[in-house]
């Protein structure tokens, strides 16, 4: 049984450039979500999808944005990065009413 | 506003001893609750949860405790190992733990030989 896996693991971008984080879920699972976590912080949630629609959102701004595949991988983009958006993102899957979330290594996105 | 609350950032522990963490939470419509464990470089692994219609679950040497009134939790981590170091999320959601999961800040535990 294959884990979450994400792409790349570390990236370093310049504030206003567009960026796209990469996930794929763990086999079986039907439901992708994303997390950020600051330096210090515990994650917070970005939004979640499920059967490639969005499925709930936290209070992120709209130019953080989502896509699942049919084949359940995922995809988080961020446009006009802002140096605040430097963070570890973490993809996390499930099965639809099925705990627990199973968190990938997370991609490092540094914003200078 | 921090919906859930870890107010200790470290603790040490000797090794053999009990570690125990512990969580506060606000909200009243939470009634899943989850703790994670994360190794540097590595996403949170998922440790123990339970429901809000238990007060305690146990899997090995792991237990949690839940005060519904206090909106209150606790890992207990008997006897702790060496392994154990790392830092410990407490998370909560109003479903199953597989819906939107608001963490706390986390604890830093480190097991002394």
């Known amino acids: 049984e294959t884990g979450v896996t994400q792409s790349p693991t570390h990236l370093i971008k310049t504030r206003g450039q567009q960026v796209t984080l990469r996930c794929s879920s763990q086999s079986g699972h039907n439901t992708v979500s994303w997390y950020q976590q600051a330096l210090g912080q515990g994650p917070q949630f970005i939004f979640q999808y499920y059967r490639e629609e969005e499925n709930g959102r936290g209070n992120f701004p709209p130019r953080f944005s989502g896509l699942q595949f049919p084949n359940y991988s995922s995809e988080l983009n961020v446009n006009a990065l802002e140096l605040d958006d430097s963070a570890l993102y973490l993809c996390?899957?499930?099965?639809?009413?099925?705990?627990?979330?199973?968190f990938g290594n997370g991609t490092r996105l540094t914003v200078t | 506003d921090q919906q859930v609350k870890q107010n200790s950032p470290s603790l040490s522990v000797q090794e053999g001893r009990i570690s125990i963490l512990n969580c506060d939470y606000t909200?009243?419509?939470?009634?899943?609750f989850l703790w994670y464990k994360k190794y540097p470089a590595e996403g949170p692994t998922f440790l123990i949860s339970?429901?809000?219609?238990?007060d305690k679950n146990e899997d090995g040497r792991f237990t949690v405790f839940l005060n519904k009134s206090a909106k209150h939790l606790s890992l207990h981590i008997v006897p702790s190992q060496p392994g154990d170091s790392a830092v410990y999320f407490c998370?909560?959601?109003?479903?199953?733990?597989?819906?939107?999961?608001?963490f706390g800040t986390g604890t830093r535990l480190t097991i002394i030989p």
């Open positions: 909200n009243s419509m939470f009634d899943y």
């Open positions: 998370a909560a959601s109003g479903n199953f733990g597989n819906e939107k999961l608001t």
């Open positions: 996390a899957s499930s099965l639809a009413d099925s705990a627990p979330l199973h």
């Open positions: 339970i429901s809000s219609i238990k």
